[in-house]
């Protein structure tokens, strides 16, 4: 899988191995259906602190598309987590759509 990490903060910067680690993690028993994830770290308002950390995860899927989801935090580790998250839930619910329907094993015994 490949992980492309961008950020234009010094502190984000830093946590480059990290992210990088915890999305090999996160999409290890998908890594058959993720083959590029591209995350992005922002801080929305300077060094003025808040609930300001933005992490932007882009997820190329196979066959399935492309499925982008974004996570504001008061740190990136929270931010980061929440989309990783939210990105795995919306692969998985693409992925049981696209299964076909399976037929109850006493409807089958009735044709």
Do not use: H, Y
């Not at 058959?32 to 933005?54: C, F, H, M, T, Y």
């Amino acid at each position: 899988m490949q992980v492309l990490f961008r950020t234009r903060d010094p502190e984000g910067s830093q946590m480059r191995d990290q992210v990088e680690r915890r999305v090999r993690f996160v999409f290890r028993r998908l890594g058959w259906q993720v083959p590029r994830a591209e995350i992005q770290l922002s801080d929305l308002n300077g060094p003025r602190g808040g609930r300001d950390k933005r992490c932007q995860l882009e997820v190329k899927t196979e066959g399935r598309g492309l499925v982008v989801v974004s996570s504001v935090a008061k740190d990136w580790r929270t931010a980061l987590d929440e989309a990783l998250a939210r990105a795995v839930r919306t692969i998985f619910r693409k992925i049981k759509r696209a299964a076909p329907a399976k037929v109850p094993r006493s409807a089958s015994l009735l044709q």
